[in-house]
């Protein structure tokens, strides 16, 4: 079978690399003819693409865009829209595949592979990774102005969800917004971004740049240092412990366009912060894995619902501290135990479930170990990827209700 697998944002395909694309691909490899899309710019460096060194069993297909600097900008949907254009172009340079696996977003390009795949009677799967426009109204969100600009946008993504032959998501929440336009999928598929655990273990096992003592309880932070994390409320809270003399210290691995914004304020306030920068996957794992306690801060509203990064806090056996008010991943974190809900934008509340895990080692204890349950039966690729390769192949995976996690 000759499989086409188009994402517009992909990781670097270097040895630490784990993406989900190319974990399938890989996968799908092993008996089957594979092409990954994707284009030359890479998002988290703003800068063009470096080349492939290393040898992979599929094709991989950098397709040229003009790049941008800011995450919302015309900028930006200017580059994407001339990436969907040359992603139209070769499609039509191509000898026809049985099926194509299309990521969402972007959206621009997910709209000619609808009306392409439509064209041609070839079977059409989308995997939605996240919801735009709804993430970028987080951003710019003004009354009615926001929706006339980002109107457009919503056309084509109900474009791409109305046409697609089979749903697959990251999150029961996005499934069912694919869903609520589309009359040709019964149910869908819901499997979470996840991690190859075997591999994350391996990575987590080498030793972390910043070691801790043996008195010190430190929190970890990773992912983007942008608009829909809510990082001014986690220093605040610690704020709130440190005028207790509680000691602490905070580790924010990533980086991103408010950066600069969170190092001054936390600084304002003279915090015990540490920000590491972006670093490869390998060494966010093992950094990850030196601190006690993970906090995920998402802002009132955001549209997230399951991320690489709620895998990758499982994955570290730490409890975790969230604002976020996505009922799929507060039912989770309920279910196993392995933190605490708060009440979003509440310094107050966060701070005092901060406290109880810095001044009880058996809690973080119980709570980590839960967690990593949780890694072990929602998030290990090796079980929870077979469901997109039998819908990519054909096997029914469909098939699957959307009103459970895949396992």
């Given at each position: 079978?000759?499989?086409?697998?188009?994402?517009?944002?992909?990781?670097?395909?270097?040895?630490?690399?784990?993406?989900?694309?190319?974990?399938?691909?890989?996968?799908?490899?092993?008996?089957?003819?594979?092409?990954?899309?994707?284009?030359?710019?890479?998002?988290?460096?703003?800068?063009?693409?470096?080349?492939?060194?290393?040898?992979?069993?599929?094709?991989?297909?950098?397709?040229?865009?003009?790049?941008?600097?800011?995450?919302?900008?015309?900028?930006?949907?200017?580059?994407?829209r001339i990436w969907g254009k040359n992603l139209k172009k070769y499609?039509?340079?191509?000898?026809?595949?049985?099926?194509?696996?299309?990521?969402?977003?972007?959206?621009?390009?997910?709209?000619?592979?609808?009306?392409?795949?439509?064209?041609?009677?070839?079977?059409?799967?989308?995997?939605?990774?996240?919801?735009?426009?709804?993430?970028?109204?987080?951003?710019?969100?003004?009354?009615?102005?926001?929706?006339?600009?980002?109107?457009?946008?919503?056309?084509?993504?109900?474009?791409?969800?109305?046409?697609?032959?089979?749903?697959?998501?990251?999150?029961?929440?996005?499934?069912?917004?694919?869903?609520?336009?589309?009359?040709?999928?019964?149910?869908?598929?819901?499997?979470?971004?996840?991690?190859?655990?075997?591999?994350?273990?391996?990575?987590?096992?080498?030793?972390?740049?910043?070691?801790?003592?043996?008195?010190?309880?430190?929190?970890?932070?990773?992912?983007?240092?942008?608009?829909?994390?809510?990082?001014?409320?986690?220093?605040?809270?610690?704020?709130?412990?440190?005028?207790?003399?509680?000691?602490?210290?905070?580790?924010?691995?990533?980086?991103?366009?408010?950066?600069?914004?969170?190092?001054?304020?936390?600084?304002?306030?003279?915090?015990?912060?540490?920000?590491?920068?972006?670093?490869?996957?390998?060494?966010?794992?093992?950094?990850?894995?030196?601190?006690?306690?993970?906090?995920?801060p998402i802002m009132h509203n955001a549209a997230q619902s399951i991320?690489?990064?709620?895998?990758?806090?499982?994955?570290?056996?730490?409890?975790?501290?969230?604002?976020?008010?996505?009922?799929?991943?507060?039912?989770?974190?309920?279910?196993?135990?392995?933190?605490?809900?708060?009440?979003?934008?509440?310094?107050?509340?966060?701070?005092?479930?901060?406290?109880?895990?810095?001044?009880?080692?058996?809690?973080?204890?119980?709570?980590?170990?839960?967690?990593?349950?949780?890694?072990?039966?929602?998030?290990?690729?090796?079980?929870?990827?077979?469901?997109?390769?039998?819908?990519?192949?054909?096997?029914?995976?469909?098939?699957?209700?959307?009103?459970?996690?895949?396992?």
């Amino acid at each position: 079978m000759n499989i086409l697998i188009i994402a517009h944002f992909t990781r670097d395909f270097s040895a630490t690399d784990n993406g989900r694309f190319s974990y399938l691909a890989k996968q799908l490899a092993k008996e089957h003819n594979v092409e990954i899309v994707t284009t030359s710019w890479s998002r988290g460096l703003r800068s063009k693409k470096k080349p492939v060194t290393l040898q992979y069993p599929f094709k991989i297909t950098f397709l040229d865009e003009p790049g941008y600097q800011k995450t919302v900008s015309l900028k930006r949907f200017y580059s994407h829209r001339i990436w969907g254009k040359n992603l139209k172009k070769y499609l039509e340079s191509i000898p026809k595949p049985d099926v194509i696996y299309c990521a969402i977003p972007s959206l621009t390009g997910p709209g000619y592979v609808a009306d392409y795949c439509e064209k041609n009677n070839i079977r059409f799967i989308i995997d939605v990774q996240d919801l735009w426009p709804e993430a970028f109204k987080m951003v710019f969100n003004v009354p009615i102005i926001s929706d006339l600009v980002f109107n457009p946008f919503n056309k084509l993504a109900n474009k791409a969800y109305s046409k697609a032959d089979g749903i697959c998501a990251v999150s029961m929440t996005y499934v069912d917004r694919a869903l609520s336009v589309n009359r040709k999928v019964k149910s869908g598929n819901t499997v979470f971004l996840g991690t190859n655990l075997s591999t994350f273990d391996e990575y987590a096992s080498q030793p972390a740049k910043l070691k801790k003592q043996d008195n010190e309880v430190w929190l970890a932070y990773c992912g983007t240092l942008g608009s829909s994390y809510d990082l001014t409320c986690v220093f605040d809270a610690l704020e709130i412990i440190a005028h207790k003399g509680i000691p602490y210290r905070f580790i924010i691995m990533g980086s991103g366009p408010k950066r600069e914004e969170f190092e001054h304020y936390a600084k304002a306030k003279k915090l015990d912060t540490v920000f590491t920068g972006r670093l490869e996957y390998s060494e966010m794992c093992a950094q990850l894995c030196e601190c006690d306690i993970c906090v995920n801060p998402i802002m009132h509203n955001a549209a997230q619902s399951i991320t690489n990064k709620h895998g990758d806090y499982a994955s570290s056996g730490l409890p975790v501290v969230s604002t976020q008010e996505n009922e799929e991943y507060r039912n989770l974190v309920e279910e196993y135990h392995m933190g605490f809900n708060c009440h979003n934008n509440d310094a107050a509340d966060l701070a005092e479930k901060i406290e109880r895990l810095i001044l009880d080692e058996n809690l973080r204890k119980e709570m980590g170990a839960n967690a990593r349950r949780c890694a072990e039966e929602k998030f290990d690729r090796k079980n929870s990827y077979k469901a997109l390769i039998s819908e990519i192949l054909g096997g029914g995976g469909g098939d699957l209700s959307n009103k459970k996690i895949v396992p």
